[in-house]
Structure formats: structure tokens, C-alpha cells
């Protein structure tokens, strides 16, 4: 069974902090989604990562592709309270075309 | 114009009541999907339907019952409602072959099982 845990589980930080948020796999995945999910919606693609230590950049956000493809890491650099959210990795075992989504990340930029 | 959109957005009803929640995306996709996101936002797979066939069904009791009539609508249907089935079910869709294969995700229904 492919499992995605992502941690922290929760994180409460102050306007302009930085924060690292990781998802680690025993799995390999062809490809690797982060979103962001905000209360009462679903969740939003952020970026998809694919070949492994591939890095993409999104304003505030680096998303890194582990070499192995089984892990991935979110950065995101002074961190706003437009930030908060439920941050959740997703995995695309390839095959089966069926996303394996991580344990989630909660987290609060306080102002 | 909603890309993927699911009725009712809420949704409480007894134990015991049969009750279907309804998907459709106009983004052209030509994959569909049923989520459940539990109590500790744990998002897991339970159907999948691709070009109105079935590819994915998860291990979910056979109250649930996914039916697609066309490519663009993916219902589900459950019968003999229990307490723990009380969710929130997210309808998805995405396509297969392209590069990125994300998925677009509806806003959800929130079933509450009293």
C-alpha cells in the first residue's frame, strides 16, 4: 500500500516566517502534486513535480522532487496569512491513474 | 463558470435514508473520481470512471453506488445510511495523457449522518 505522511501535521506561524513542509513515501511515484485546500472548497493544484530533485518555483513557494522520487518538500518564504490552509502532497503511482494523497499539513500565518 | 460542480453542498439526513449527491465538469476530462475526506481531512480514493467506465473502485461497502452517464457526470448514490458515513465527499475529474494529469476538484458535500 502506497502511503504518503507529511509533517508537521499542524503548523502556527507569525507573518513573514519561513516554513518547510515535507512529504516522505517508502513508494516511488511517477510524478508528485502539491494543493491547497481552504475551508468549505476543494482542494487547488499548486504545481506538479516530476523528474527527480526537479525544483519549481511559485512566487513564494519552492516545491523540490526528492532524487529517488519518493519525497518532496514545500518551502514557502515569508509566509502571509493568505498562506493559510490545509497543504496536502499527492502521489501518481502512474498505473492506475489514481492520486495517493498525503496525510496533510494545517497551517495558520498568524497576521 | 464552475469547472467541476456538485449538488447539494450540504446534506443531513437520518440513518437508514437512501440519498445520491450529483458531479458534473464542463472542463471536457475525460476521468472522474469520488473522494472522501474524513474527520482528520485524510482525502481517500473511492471510485473512478473513465469514459463512463468503471477503472477504480476502492474497498467501499456496497451501499455506494457511482453511476455515470455520460462522461461529464459522475453521481453516487447511497443506500441504508450510517452514522459513519458522514463526510465530505469531494467529485473530482482530470485527464489522462497530459503531462501534469491534475486533478480539479469540486467544492464538496458535506453529509452529516444524525
Known amino acids: 500500500t502506497q502511503l504518503l505522511e507529511q509533517s508537521p501535521q499542524f503548523l502556527s506561524i507569525q507573518e513573514g516566517e519561513n516554513l518547510t513542509v515535507y512529504c516522505n513515501s517508502s513508494s516511488v511515484f511517477s510524478s508528485l502534486q502539491w494543493y491547497r485546500q481552504e475551508p468549505g472548497e476543494g482542494p487547488v493544484l499548486l504545481v506538479t513535480?516530476?523528474?527527480?530533485?526537479e525544483v519549481k518555483k511559485l512566487k513564494r513557494l519552492t516545491f523540490q522532487f526528492g532524487d529517488a522520487r519518493k519525497d518532496s518538500s514545500l518551502h514557502i518564504t515569508a509566509a502571509q496569512p493568505g498562506d493559510t490552509g490545509l497543504y496536502l502532497c499527492?502521489?501518481?503511482?502512474?498505473?492506475?491513474?489514481?492520486?495517493?494523497f498525503g496525510t496533510g499539513t494545517l497551517l495558520a500565518v498568524q497576521p | 463558470d464552475t469547472a467541476v460542480s456538485q449538488t447539494p453542498k450540504y446534506l443531513v439526513t437520518q440513518m437508514g435514508n437512501d440519498k445520491s449527491i450529483k458531479c458534473e465538469q464542463n472542463?471536457?476530462?475525460?476521468?472522474m473520481y469520488w473522494y472522501k475526506q474524513d474527520s482528520k481531512k485524510f482525502l481517500k480514493i473511492m471510485f473512478s470512471?473513465?469514459?463512463?467506465?468503471?477503472?477504480i473502485n476502492e474497498t467501499v461497502p456496497n451501499r455506494f453506488s457511482p453511476k455515470s452517464p455520460d462522461k461529464a457526470h459522475l453521481n453516487l448514490h447511497i443506500n441504508s445510511l450510517e452514522l459513519g458515513d458522514s463526510a465530505v465527499y469531494f467529485c473530482?475529474?482530470?485527464?489522462?495523457?497530459?503531462?501534469?494529469?491534475?486533478?480539479?476538484f469540486g467544492s464538496g458535500t458535506r453529509l452529516t449522518v444524525v
Open positions: 513535480v516530476v523528474t527527480g530533485g
Open positions: 472542463l471536457g476530462h475525460d476521468t
Open positions: 473530482a475529474s482530470s485527464q489522462t495523457g497530459t503531462g501534469n494529469r491534475g486533478y480539479t
Open positions: 499527492a502521489g501518481d503511482g502512474g498505473a492506475t491513474n489514481k492520486l495517493i
Open positions: 470512471y473513465n469514459n463512463k467506465e468503471l477503472i
